[in-house]
């Protein structure tokens, strides 16, 4: 009986640390797999549950594999600028200046200035040599924000840099050598404009070599308490007070909202939180009417003509399982949705 008592003993011992090893294998393993899920789904600032959000993140990774030229599209305030750092943060130029400028922002003939310099002499004001962004970002990445908005004659002067490489500051005769990567955002729909004429077809295809659309916030409500939580963060750091708690029923209220400004106005209704709360919480009261009379802008325009026919194409020859066409088209399913809704196609057949 006393062999048999110490033999049970053993077994038991035994037992336990055989189910001891697996649970810690088994605790390992979820630790790998939710480290490769956050690798996923977050991309320096951006995170996302979302995904709608996930194929952009993917898509963003892949660009900053590359030097090629970038077009980040979507809604005013969905972060492209934000996305923009990301990728040059992530490339091999992130130990080189990251230059940016809003195309919209200054008259065509100071935005002429800005970007390729000038000599001395050149205009009246011109007192001395400027060297411009390109020759600034060069060994880097220069930031072209609102890029339907440049004029025809300043289009045919970046598409000169880009195909040759080369800069020519105003009222200069010599030409210098830029190493310069170029991204490009915009809110327009390109396609209109240069249907219309107001975008040459040379520049158009030259800055659209590799395309990222940013969809909408209202599109990803699931990332709505992250952003809230670093917004927060951010504003407090500024302000040098500690990060209010938001209330569940202020976050009720944020998620019920269309935020047709999007990740900018969720920005500015936070700020005007922090100046109108008291204490270490944020209530409903404390955020500014969310009621707007604006309708959210129209969805980016495809990325090309054919996207449509193809995305039929996957859905003939997975015989309409939506899943394995995502696959096959390499999208995940979500963003095949969007871009079905986005083209008029019947996404609920």
């Known amino acids: ?177 830029v190493d310069v990567r170029i991204i490009a955002a915009t809110n327009r729909n390109l396609e209109e404009d240069l249907a219309a004429g107001r975008l040459r077809e040379d520049f158009y295809y030259r800055i659209r070599v590799f395309e990222v659309v940013l969809p909408p916030l209202r599109e990803r409500l699931e990332d709505l308490p992250a952003l809230v939580e670093r917004i927060l963060k951010e504003l407090a750091i500024a302000t040098g007070r500690r990060p209010p708690r938001l209330e569940v029923a202020a976050l009720k209220k944020l998620e019920t909202y269309r935020w047709p400004g999007n990740i900018r106005e969720l920005r500015n209704a936070l700020e005007h939180a922090l100046v109108t709360a008291t204490g270490d919480r944020i209530r409903p009261e404390d955020l500014p009417p969310l009621t707007s009379s604006r309708r959210p802008g129209p969805p980016p325009a495809p990325r090309d003509p054919g996207e449509a026919e193809r995305i039929l194409e996957a859905l003939r020859a997975e015989r309409g399982h939506r899943s394995r066409a995502a696959k096959r088209l390499g999208v995940s399913r979500v963003t095949l949705w969007h871009r079905m809704k986005s083209l008029g196609l019947d996404t609920g057949r």
Request: with cysteine; charged share 30%; net charge positive.
């Open 1 to 177: 009986m006393a062999v048999a008592a110490t033999a049970a003993r053993a077994i038991a011992d035994w037992e336990r640390h055989r189910v001891g090893e697996a649970l810690q294998a088994q605790e390992r393993r979820i630790e790998a797999l939710e480290e490769s899920r956050d690798r996923d789904t977050r991309f320096s600032n951006l995170a996302t549950r979302a995904g709608a959000m996930t194929e952009v993140i993917r898509r963003l990774r892949m660009a900053a594999k590359s030097d090629v030229t970038l077009l980040l599209r979507g809604e005013s305030g969905t972060g492209k600028e934000l996305a923009a750092k990301a990728v040059h943060s992530h490339s091999s130029r992130a130990a080189g200046p990251y230059e940016a400028v809003n195309c919209a922002a200054l008259p065509p003939a100071i935005l002429e200035s800005e970007l390729f310099g000038h000599v001395k002499g050149a205009f009246t004001g011109a007192t001395r040599d400027h060297r411009g962004l390109f020759r600034q970002a060069n060994k880097g990445t220069l930031f072209l924000d609102e890029i339907g908005e440049l004029p025809p004659e300043l289009q045919a002067k970046v598409l000169r840099v880009l195909q040759e490489r080369e800069v020519r500051p105003v009222g200069g005769d010599v030409s210098s050598r």
